[in-house]
């Protein structure tokens, strides 16, 4: 588990997700850990009082 900048980022190896709070809303994202690469699994962020995914 890791948090800077804003940033909170926690996996333990092979999946995790981050939080972004450094913009005017919070954005999660999901994803899968192989070879040490990020593969981003989902995007979701508040928008006018509502979830949207990517």
Known sequence: MTC???VLDVNDGSKGFTIDWSGEN???TCYD???GAKKVTSVEWLENGTMNEK
């Open 4 to 6: 800077r900048n804003g």
């Open 26 to 28: 919070p954005i999660y």
């Open 33 to 35: 850990l192989a070879n």
